[in-house]
């Protein structure tokens, strides 16, 4: 008998292990909700804006880009990106293509600094520039591995990172197809282009749109029938940037040479 | 504005080759994220062959059964240390658990973790170690004895019955165990095989090769940790036992190169976007961590040996010699395989077009003096537990017994 009641009382002691480990699991989905809540509560807007009114892109016509860098300096300003050469949440690239060649690619400086003459003493097809950016995905693989959802897509579609809540894993840096990321050395957390939502959501436009002098970035709005975007996805043969990997970016390129990594 | 350069960086600006997007010249995950996988491999791998004993008892492995057991408490204690250290924030560490998203592999480190060292291993050692712990609650005093007397939970009986409910219940945990230590390590593969970003990464044989270079892993650590306990010990090391345990690192091994072939296999004849970028990665980068380590070292010097003690009839004293040596380059070749994936995917830019360069510091958070810590703290752990809960058959039982 005393033999039983000992079986018992351990079976008595795994079903309280049991017992804990869901009471654990009911109280950190409470816990988990509260949390949302207050990190739903505590985001800003300035009045009048309305999130689901809009769904932000970008396009860039490749042809009218000059190079002139003035985007990528102008967003470092903006948004206090780090002022050192590998640091970026835009950046231009410039391609030569030789026939069949491998194209040469460069970003000096992501171009803020301009670009050197030609590499190469050949003579060259074709040249162009190539302005990058945080794509927006609508489909993103960054904000799908983030641990605890920290970077995350708004209602009107950018792609955004809470910085008081970044644990910098880094994982969403590895994500990331286009090398968009960057680890932040000064708050210690990932960092990345948020089409200047602080300037956007008053109405203004993108800094890095702001000062192009050629109209090759134009912001969009694909909630607004009124907004260019529509035409330019109506007149030009658009792409996006590895459309393989089906994360449906929403900045929308003109004029991309298959060359375009 | 002066830019507040970084000397290592502005060298590493000078040793890019060809086109890397401006963002990816910084590594993101250095040797702490190496390490990670290498510990978590060795618990899972430890366990396994624990298991083998218990569940399919193997009788020949029974020397080394609980002290596998405390090898993958030992390291399972250190894992997760690596990635605290290389977090950006890691004050903010308990967010992942507390606020999980639930869509992100890493999220469930918590779960996966908590369910592996509360459930299996802590229970399962507990069950192993029952009779043990109550001999030492009544031998033991002052505090130690207190901390005896508290791990007993109670439960004092030592009967013969109540020993059978032990050995059963700590049986049934095994089996629950050997699905949740593939889990505990498919887990890790999976947070490399789920980047489609990466097609270093991004395949689908990540997590299957990650468990089998774990099992791999775990069965030559505990083959090393044998033959150094029994010569620390002056007790006799069981030819029996390292037949069994070479036995099974050698078709374990089998396994895993034939799978490591299937992906390379795989790649060339698919040769898809990437195979151009990664063929220039093993034949440049990493052309001694890979081919020299990893392949030569590490899979095909101790493969051979390994096939050698199978197939001839070799005296025992060098058979053993293999045994050992084997081992231990398994146990560095296996590091490799870590260092390959994790650094190895990172040197390669996501345009094909380029490579930036690794090298680790010396000191700081994150470097080699760290990480060199972190691959002794098991080990020290493991002494310790050693002495608390001796794993050698024979020495807990007759103080339970004689009580």
């Known amino acids: 008998m005393n033999q039983f009641s000992n079986l018992f009382s351990r079976r008595q002691f795994m079903r309280l292990v049991m017992k804990s480990m869901a009471l654990l699991a009911f109280l950190q989905t409470g816990v988990l909700f509260w949390f949302v809540r207050k990190s739903r509560a505590a985001t800003s807007l300035p009045e009048g804006y309305n999130p689901k009114d809009h769904k932000w892109c970008m396009s860039i016509d490749v042809r009218k880009c000059i190079g002139c860098g003035r985007c990528a300096a102008a967003c470092k300003m903006e948004n206090h990106v780090p002022p050192e050469p590998y640091y970026f949440r835009t950046w ?10 491998e194209p040469i690619i460069t970003s000096p400086n992501g171009g803020i600094d301009g670009f050197p003459p030609q590499n190469s003493s050949e003579e060259f097809e074709k040249s162009f520039y190539v302005p990058k950016l945080c794509n927006h995905c609508e489909t993103s693989p960054c904000t799908q591995v983030c641990p605890t959802g920290a970077t995350f897509v708004s209602p009107d579609g950018v792609v955004m990172i809470d910085y008081d809540y970044c644990i910098g894993c880094r994982f969403c840096i590895q994500a990331c197809p286009f090398g968009c990321r960057f680890f932040n050395p000064e708050t210690q957390t990932a960092d990345k282009c948020n089409l200047c939502y602080h300037r956007i959501t008053q109405g203004l436009l ?17 909630k607004d029938p009124e907004s260019k975007i529509h035409a330019f996805l109506a007149e030009n043969q658009v792409d996006v940037l590895k459309p393989q990997l089906r994360t449906h970016p929403k900045v929308y390129y003109a004029g991309l040479d298959k060359a375009v990594k | 504005m002066a830019p507040n350069i970084n000397p290592a960086m502005m060298e590493a600006l000078q040793h890019v080759k060809g086109y890397i997007f401006p963002n990816e010249l910084e590594l993101q995950w250095g040797i702490l994220i190496v390490i990670y ?7 899972a791998g430890a366990f396994i062959l624990a298991s083998l004993n218990r569940v399919f008892h193997i009788r020949q492995i029974e020397p080394i059964y609980r002290l596998s057991l405390l090898t993958a408490l030992a390291f399972l204690v250190i894992a997760p240390l690596p990635l605290l250290f290389h977090l950006g924030h890691p004050e903010r560490a308990l967010e992942v658990i507390i606020t999980p998203h639930l869509t992100s592999p890493m999220a469930m480190f918590g779960f996966v973790y908590a369910w592996y060292l509360m459930v299996v291993l802590l229970l399962e050692i507990w069950y192993d170690f029952r009779a043990d712990i109550v001999g030492f609650s009544k031998t033991k005093t002052g505090w130690l004895g207190m901390v005896y007397r508290i791990l007993t939970l109670g439960f004092m009986d030592t009967s013969e019955k109540s020993l059978a409910v032990d050995d059963k219940m700590g049986r049934i945990i095994t089996i629950i165990g050997i699905p949740s230590a593939i889990l505990l390590h498919g887990y890790v593969g999976f947070i ?4 489609k970003a990466n097609p270093w990464w991004g395949t689908v044989l990540m997590p299957v090769i990650f468990i089998f270079s774990a099992i791999v892993s775990g069965i030559a650590l505990m083959l090393v940790l044998y033959v150094v306990t029994g010569r620390a010990r002056n007790t006799p090391i069981k030819t ?14 089998v396994f895993d190169f034939a799978l490591e072939s299937l992906d390379w296999f795989h790649r060339f004849y698919e040769a898809e976007e990437s195979i151009d970028i990664l063929v220039l990665l093993v034949s440049g980068k990493l052309l001694f961590s890979l081919v020299g380590v990893q392949l030569i070292l590490g899979t095909l010097i101790p493969l051979t040996t390994l096939g050698l003690t199978q197939v001839l009839e070799i005296p025992k004293k060098p058979r053993k010699i293999m045994y050992f040596w084997s081992a231990i380059l398994i146990l560095i070749g296996i590091f490799a395989v870590r260092w390959n994936v ?4 990172q040197l390669f830019s996501k345009s094909f077009a380029g490579f930036t360069t690794y090298k680790p510091d010396l000191i700081g958070r994150e ?6 810590i972190l691959l002794i703290m098991p080990f020290i752990i493991l002494w310790v537990l050693t002495r608390f809960l ?10 339970s017994h004689s009580s």
């Open chain 2, 342 to 345: 994790v650094i190895g995917g």
């Open chain 2, 37 to 43: 996988p290498y510990l978590t491999g060795l618990v």
């Open chain 1, 206 to 222: 993108p800094a890095c749109v702001e000062v192009c002098p050629v109209g090759a970035r134009q912001f969009g709005d694909l």
């Open chain 2, 390 to 399: 001796p794993p050698w058959r024979g020495v807990g039982k007759e103080i």
């Open chain 2, 192 to 195: 490399f095989g789920s980047i």
């Open chain 1, 92 to 101: 231009v690239e410039r391609y030569e293509v030789h026939g069949t060649d």
């Open chain 2, 240 to 253: 029996e036992c390292m037949d069994a345990m070479g036995k099974f690192l050698f078709y374990a091994l």
């Open chain 2, 367 to 372: 470097s080699l003096l760290v990480g060199s």
